[in-house]
């Protein structure tokens, strides 16, 4: 795709203005849409940590409203199947009273898929979105259907009731290109969250761009440059975030036990691309890495006994590594 | 070929990169500085330990040189673009520059953006943002070693001692070196005694001993370098008087009336020698035969002038002409032939003679260094090579009093040990401590040589005496010119002879025929102890005399 000037100045605008119509239906959470934003921008998908009532499916319907995209929801349930997901091939007469098999898609066919509470379901379910999210293709019977275009898959999970919850295991947690804590709104965006729900006075969420607006923005993001140094920089932060590496500072030695994978220097350097431009500059610097880094790599950090004992969390580690980095 | 943007893009550096090189170049100096200021503690510090000669001029020249490399270096090294990009991107351009650096050539639409949106930012970037100064840190690294330098600097240095002596040590060699190199060369040069080979021989012997002085470290390799050099220059001068006295025997043995002298001398006979001239001195006494007195005559003269010129021509001429005049007057002069016994008997004895007080220098410069080295010249002779005349130098050394120009020389016939035969170099040089006056040089005597072929050398004394404020004169009868022609008297014994005298004139100096005793005192003690050797004299009073020259010394 060939891109033009105009468009790549045009897209720190057009951002600006999904944030802005996004953030007529979303009290607070601004760094939580940005970030959204950043992700879906560079093609990936987010797992939203927080509790229940915080507006994770209200940020995900507005974004599909805003960027005019078709949207799903998955409620995920210990008794959900791998079918309920994806879809199945059902039995169907046609008019000649002839039996075939026909496919009916599952929700994960639409461009935004929200899989509200992923850990409920079983693993065997959980798995029937990882071909989705990272192939951004499904497998029925043998078929191989695309998902259409873009695709997006924004998942929930509650951080406080862990029983009876399967928690996803670090090869599907890997598929997620950020992890976004969502937290408490402070008490005015609650005053404002309360007299915007009540009064039945909501405003309407304008349409900023489309699918293909959405898909021409990820292919301009893609080409941000950067400098061999900052790249060099973000590296760096994803094997400092080993313990076994060179690179590793004593608190990953002492907390870490095993860091990001390469899928977290991909995310880094490809939301990073996406901030700068949101930024209005058409390069990465070390700042953007530093920004990305919290959400890309705190779920691709697995803390040790001695980290988990002494409450550090993977954001207080990677804090300290970021600290002790040298640019 | 660039595109526009990157002319563009250099352009706007420009201001920034000259910036950053001075910033480089002030960086680079202030390092140099710190590495001039470290190396001058370390310098300083060795010198604690090690003795370092211009310590402050090796420290400034040490330190001036890694100043000057240092900014050398700074302006050699110049910040590369990238550095220069990162430094400007550090000062909140948020990594444009070196992006756009890396994307230099590039002409796709967001490198185009990119640099554009680079160059609009450095326009409003100001170049003295970039501070030029020297940071918190290297000031006080610069403070500490100021500080410590100081310190340094005042607490005293245990080497400066070793270090001021020997400095002294190499300015007393070098003047000496100077003195001998200006005087005993051309002296030598003027020397009539010696060939042309000999004079060139010992010049020889001088440059090699200047040349191993100046590289010698202390004072004893000084010291032995000298005594070496006297040991070859003795040798040399032995083998000169071996040479003359062959030549002078084989020219008397032609003549029939010393004939038998000259076997004697060119067998080196000494008894022999002396009974010949006390024949010839019996044949000039009395009623002697004219004829045999005017081939006496005539053989002294001719075979004087096939002899260099010297005391023994001098001598022989002498008696030729005072036998001659002798013959003309009817009346031959009983000393006629002493002169010439003397120098004979000398040169039998194989008493070195020093031409133009080489030896005496020599002498005198090992005495200058042993004293600039705050040494005992006796000492260092007796825990030396040995060859030092012991008692000849407790003589000299006993006072602080030095004589400012002692130079007489004496000679032994042989020495008190009968270890062979000595000589004693006169001499004392320095400053009295007295308000009166100066003391003046010692003779010495040698009476115990030890060492290589028995020979000894009398050291250098420091004087005598320092409340001799100038010594009583006394008649020199041996020296009417100072330093102008010998003089002559001839004539009969007896108040009825005949006399003739020969006025050579005042010479030069104002020598008026008295000299202060302790000029010739050692020559004349020198030339008593000859004679007690010599002399048939009594035990007893063998020992007067020397009681009274001992008396004379305190």
Redesign the interface.
């Known amino acids: 795709m060939e ?3 105009e468009a ?2 045009l897209f720190a605008e057009k951002v600006e203005a999904m944030e802005r119509e996004i953030g007529r239906k979303i009290i607070g959470q601004k760094e939580i849409i940005r970030q959204v934003l950043i992700a879906i921008l560079a093609g990936g998908n987010v797992l939203l940590e927080g509790v229940p009532g915080l507006g994770k499916t209200r940020l995900v319907r507005t974004i599909g409203h805003v960027l005019d995209l078709e949207f799903s929801r998955i409620q995920f349930t210990p008794d959900l199947m791998p079918a309920d997901v994806v879809g199945t091939n059902i039995v169907v007469r046609d008019e000649a009273g002839n039996s075939r098999f026909q496919f009916q898609p599952g929700p994960v066919f639409s461009n935004i898929v929200l899989a509200d509470e992923i850990n409920r379901a079983t693993p065997k379910t959980q798995s029937a979105l990882l071909e989705a999210m990272q192939e951004h293709t499904v497998t029925v019977g043998g078929v191989t259907r695309r998902l259409p275009q873009p695709y997006f898959v924004l998942a929930t999970q509650n951080p406080l009731e862990q029983e009876g919850t399967y928690p996803l295991p670090e090869a599907q947690l890997d598929r997620f290109f950020f992890k976004l804590i969502v937290k408490f709104p402070s008490l005015e965006e609650l005053h404002e969250i309360v007299n915007l729900t009540t009064t039945g006075e909501e405003e309407m969420a304008q349409k900023v761009t489309d699918g293909a607006g959405i898909l021409e923005l990820r292919a301009i993001g893609r ?8 790249q060099d920089y973000a590296l760096r932060l994803v094997m400092a975030t080993h313990p076994e590496s060179e690179h590793a500072p004593e608190v990953t030695k002492k907390y870490v036990r095993y860091g990001s994978s390469p899928r977290g220097a991909q995310a880094i350097i490809s939301a990073a691309r996406i901030r700068a431009l949101m930024e209005g ?7 953007d890495i530093r920004y990305v880094a919290y959400p890309a790599l705190r779920h691709r950090l697995f803390l040790n006994f001695e980290g988990i004992a002494e409450g550090r969390t993977p954001d207080d580690v990677l804090q300290e590594i970021i600290e002790e980095l040298p640019e | 070929m660039k595109s526009i943007i990157d002319v563009e893009l250099n352009k706007a550096l420009g201001p920034i990169r000259r910036r950053l090189i001075l910033k480089s170049l002030v960086q680079m100096a202030a390092l140099g500085f710190i590495a001039a200021l470290f190396q001058a503690l370390i310098w300083l510090i060795i010198s604690f330990f090690v003795p370092i000669f211009n310590l402050e001029l090796k420290m400034a020249a040490a330190g001036g040189i890694i100043f000057v490399l240092a900014c050398i270096l700074g302006f050699a090294m110049k910040p590369s673009i990238s550095q220069i990009a990162r430094e400007i991107d550090s000062k909140g351009l948020e990594e444009r520059v070196i992006t756009a650096v890396e994307l230099a050539g590039r002409n796709d639409p967001f490198a185009r953006l990119q640099r554009q949106d680079t160059i609009e930012e450095l326009k409003s970037f100001n170049p003295r943002s970039i501070a030029i100064n020297i940071s918190k840190s290297m000031w006080i690294t610069v403070g500490s070693l100021t500080f410590a330098l100081i310190i340094g600097f005042l607490i005293p240095n245990p080497q400066e001692e070793f270090i001021h002596k020997q400095l002294q040590f190499e300015k007393t060699i070098e003047e000496q070196l100077q003195k001998l190199e200006e005087k005993a060369e051309k002296e030598l040069a003027k020397s009539a005694e010696l060939t042309e080979e000999e004079r060139q021989q010992i010049q020889n012997l001088l440059r090699e001993l200047a040349q191993e002085l100046r590289e010698s470290k202390d004072y004893r390799e000084a010291i032995k370098e000298v005594t070496e050099t006297e040991e070859k220059l003795m040798e040399l001068f032995r083998r000169a008087q071996e040479a003359k006295l062959a030549q002078l025997g084989e020219g008397l043995s032609k003549y029939q009336v010393t004939q038998s002298l000259g076997e004697k001398l060119k067998k080196m006979d000494k008894q022999g020698i002396a009974e010949e001239l006390r024949r010839l001195k019996e044949l000039a006494q009395g009623d002697a035969d004219k004829q045999l007195m005017e081939a006496l005559q005539k053989a002294l003269e001719e075979v004087a002038q096939q002899l260099p010129e010297g005391d023994l021509k001098s001598s022989m001429l002498e008696a030729a002409n005072a036998i001659s005049a002798g013959l003309v007057s009817n009346n031959i002069p009983s000393n006629v032939l002493d002169g010439l016994e003397g120098q004979l008997m000398q040169l039998a004895e194989n008493a070195i003679d020093d031409p133009e007080n080489i030896m005496y220098m020599l002498q005198n410069m090992k005495n200058q260094i042993a004293q600039t080295a705050g040494q005992d010249i006796s000492k260092l002779a007796s825990a030396g090579t040995g060859q030092q005349n012991q008692q000849n130098l407790q003589n000299q050394s006993g006072s602080q009093s030095q004589g400012s120009h002692g130079s007489s020389n004496g000679q032994s016939a042989s020495g008190s040990s009968n270890q062979g035969s000595g000589m004693g170099n006169s001499s004392g040089v320095g400053n009295s401590s007295s308000p009166s006056g100066s003391g003046t040089g010692e003779n010495s005597f040698s009476t115990d040589s030890q060492g290589i072929g028995g020979q000894g050398f009398g050291g250098q004394g420091a004087g005598i005496g320092s409340s001799h404020g100038e010594y009583e004169k006394i008649y020199d009868p041996k020296r009417l010119g100072d330093g102008g022609e010998s003089s002559q008297v001839s004539g009969k014994a007896g108040e009825e002879g005949n006399s003739e005298q020969v006025d050579a004139g005042r010479g030069l100096g104002s020598f008026d025929g008295f000299v202060p005793y302790n000029e010739v005192f050692g020559e004349y003690k020198s030339q008593a102890m000859l004679n007690l050797d010599r002399m048939d004299i009594p035990q007893n009073m063998r020992e007067l005399v020397k009681k009274y020259f001992s008396s004379l010394e305190d």
Do not use: L, S
Request: net charge positive; aromatic share 10%.
């Open positions: 891109i033009r000037e790549i100045k080409q941000v440059p950067i400098a061999r140094g900052v500059r058409y390069n990465v610097a070390f700042k």
